[in-house]
């Protein structure tokens, strides 16, 4: 995998959009407060596009420690409150059909009230790349949220749907989406690291490329959603190898649940050591599904797959099916509908994520600005060439030369901790920042606020 250039980017609120308007909850409610090293902020959050309902983007860098920061933040709030769950129950349809060598398809409704959909590229620099969704309230944004209107700051959150994600498919046709199931309450085990369960699915998009890695992966952790402690999803996990299996907890570990049948079915009642028979009868949902499946054993093309998806989400809770999605393990992509509008669908190919190439010199605003006491400077060279990047006082004094050397083209940053040359901390007030390469000369104002 490729080892992408890094950007450090501090989070220091958490943006709540809804209605266009934006409000900036106080330090001490946020989820989200982290120092992010890795990834390339301004390449992800600009390569965010809208095709109909359909928001998509690409995300560039290393994201372990986002994932870090964010498990963190839920674990410590999680533990400390007693009343509101962190991840509210959706009603869910999941299906495997792997009939044959050249169709193998993971079929899931995600049912929930409606909200913005985001479909999002990963290529980490150590795991396998994989194409995600999230839901855009998972991150702050708001059903009228219109992303042309939010400044660059409010557009930072969507760097969290890394951790946000429901189902997904990565670049060894491995599939995998979670569904609501009855709370199970269990003691954590003090060896083993405790993550949320939407970081898990991240955890086996990463690193499983089959049904047993995947197993392995859900049971090295203590997995939690409504609180630490409490589980309350299982998940379909299915293969480009013709395998699929549920990973559901039930006496202390995720089983493994494989049926002999080319197909299998996940809604929201627990499946563990129960029959078809009984599953069909507690589940119209499971029933439907099942039925139309075994009626053709299986082998169905992405458009029945979409149709069975269709009939299951009627009459589903909660106000409808955000997205219906049909993971192709063979060809990694997926087939998608939303809204319940089953009129145009979309087919969406896993793509790797390459650097960005930039075709100019640029500058953007370092951030955060105001600052106390560093702040990050990013550029992009269009060229390999000799760049020197300094800092000037109001007055025009060179205060401290970051970089002074030849570099190569692409995407850098550098952080300033206000200090001088001589290491000494200079004094509130404007400064400037001063890049020199290719012969062009580019400049920004930054205040230090002491």
């Known amino acids: 995998m490729r080892k992408l250039l890094t950007l450090l980017a501090v989070f220091s609120v958490v943006f709540t959009i809804d209605r266009g308007q934006v409000s900036v909850a106080s330090p001490t409610n946020a989820e989200f407060e982290a120092v992010v090293d890795g990834v390339d902020t301004v390449s992800t959050i600009n390569s965010l596009q809208k095709t109909g309902d359909l928001y998509t983007m690409n995300y560039y860098g290393d994201y372990s420690d986002i994932l870090d920061d964010i498990n963190q933040s839920m674990n410590d709030r999680t533990r400390a409150s007693s009343e509101n769950p962190a991840w509210m129950p959706s009603f869910c349809t999941l299906f495997s059909a792997l009939s044959g060598p050249d169709s193998a398809y993971l079929g899931r409704n995600f049912d929930n009230p409606h909200c913005l959909v985001l479909l999002t590229n990963y290529d980490p620099p150590v795991g396998y790349a994989s194409l995600a969704f999230t839901r855009m309230n998972d991150l702050g944004y708001g059903l009228s949220t219109n992303f042309d ?124 050591n129960r029959s078809v028979a009984d599953l069909k009868a507690l589940c119209w949902r499971y029933r439907a599904a099942y039925d139309a499946l075994e009626a053709v054993a299986g082998d169905i093309d992405r458009g029945e797959a979409m149709g069975i998806l269709q009939s299951a989400s009627q009459s589903v809770p909660q106000g409808g099916t955000i997205w219906s999605a049909v993971y192709d393990l063979k060809d990694r992509g997926v087939y998608v509908c939303l809204n319940g509008v089953y009129s145009n669908p979309q087919y969406l190919v896993l793509q790797y994520v390459e650097d960005p190439q930039p075709t100019t010199f640029t500058l953007p605003q370092n951030f955060p600005n105001p600052f106390n006491p560093t702040t990050t400077i990013s550029f992009t060279l269009a060229e390999r060439t000799h760049a ?63």
């Open 149 to 272: 209107n939010l400044t660059f700051e409010e557009k930072l959150n969507l760097l969290r749907a890394v951790y946000f994600v429901p189902d997904g498919i990565n670049e060894c046709g491995l599939a995998a989406g979670l569904a609501y199931v009855s709370p199970i309450r269990y003691t954590p085990d003090g060896n083993k690291e405790t993550i949320f369960v939407t970081h898990l699915i991240r955890r086996i998009l990463d690193g499983a490329k089959n049904i047993d890695e995947a197993a392995t992966i859900a049971n090295n952790y203590n997995v939690f959603d409504n609180r630490v402690g409490t589980i309350s999803h299982h998940l379909l996990v299915a293969d480009a190898l013709g395998r699929s299996a549920v990973l559901e907890f039930n006496q202390g570990a995720f089983q493994v649940i494989e049926d002999s049948t080319a197909w299998q079915v996940l809604t929201n009642v627990p499946v563990y």
């Open 388 to 450: 020197i990047l300094s800092i000037y006082d109001i007055e025009g004094k060179l205060v401290k030369t970051l970089i002074n050397d030849t570099l190569e083209e692409g995407f850098k940053q550098i952080t300033w901790d206000g200090t001088n040359s001589h290491g000494r901390r200079v004094s509130s007030g404007v400064f400037f920042c001063r890049l020199k390469a290719g012969g062009t000369v580019l400049t920004r104002k930054m205040v230090l606020l002491r």
